[in-house]
C-alpha cells in the first residue's frame, strides 16, 4: 500500500484546451515525489437542487465527495468568470457542502488559476477564498498562484513552458505537501 500523500485536483473548466486543466496537467509532472495526484472529472454532476439533496443524491456527488474525503488534500485551478469562478466548480462545491460526511472541512487546499488576462484570475480566487470559508477548506494563503497572459506560457500541446510559473506551481505543491505533513 502506498504511503504517499493523496491529492484530489479539480479543474474548474470543461474546455479541451482549458488553461487551468492544464494547470493541472503541469501539477502532475512537477508534484514532489511523496505525493499521488487523482484528477476528478466534475462534468457529470448535475445542476444542484436542494429537493434532490434531500430525496436522492446523484451518483455522481456520492462519488466524488468519497473521493474527496478519502485525500488528504485538494488542489483547485480555476478559470475566472465574470470576475468569479465558474458555475460548475461553484455547484461541485454546492453540492459536497451539502453532504453528511463534509468531505471538505478542514481539507488542507492549495489553489491557482490562469487566465490569458492581466490579473491570472486574482478576482475569482478571492471568491474561491470566501466560499471555502463557508465550508471550512483550509486554502492555503501562500504562495499566490496567477498564471496571467496563460497563452504565452504554454506550448500548442497545452505543456505549461514557462520557468517561472514552474517553479511557483511545485513551491505551491511542496507548501501543500508541509502543510498536510504538519
Ligand atoms: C463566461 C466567461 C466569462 C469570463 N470572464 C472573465 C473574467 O472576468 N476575467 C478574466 O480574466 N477572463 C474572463 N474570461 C476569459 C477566461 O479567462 C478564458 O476563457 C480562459 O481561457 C478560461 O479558462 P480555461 O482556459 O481554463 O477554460 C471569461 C470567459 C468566459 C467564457
Known sequence: ?????????????????????????????????????????????????????????????????????????L??????????????????????????????NEKPTAIMGASPGALGTVRAQMHLRQIALAVNMHVLNKPEVYVTFANEKFDSKGKLIHEPTREIIKKLLGALGDRINK
Open 1 to 73: 500500500m502506498s504511503n504517499k500523500i493523496k491529492i484530489v485536483a479539480v479543474s474548474g473548466s470543461l474546455r479541451k484546451d482549458s488553461y487551468n486543466t492544464a494547470l493541472i496537467k503541469a501539477a502532475l509532472e512537477l508534484k514532489p515525489d511523496d505525493m499521488d495526484i487523482e484528477v476528478l472529472d466534475i462534468s457529470g454532476i448535475p445542476m444542484f437542487n436542494d429537493d434532490d439533496r434531500l430525496k436522492n443524491i446523484p451518483e455522481s456527488v456520492k462519488i466524488i465527495s468519497e473521493i474527496i474525503s478519502s485525500a488528504d488534500g
Open 75 to 104: 488542489l483547485i485551478a480555476t478559470p475566472e468568470y465574470n470576475y468569479s469562478i465558474p458555475g460548475i466548480l461553484k455547484n461541485a462545491i454546492d453540492w459536497v457542502s451539502k453532504m453528511s460526511t463534509q468531505p471538505l
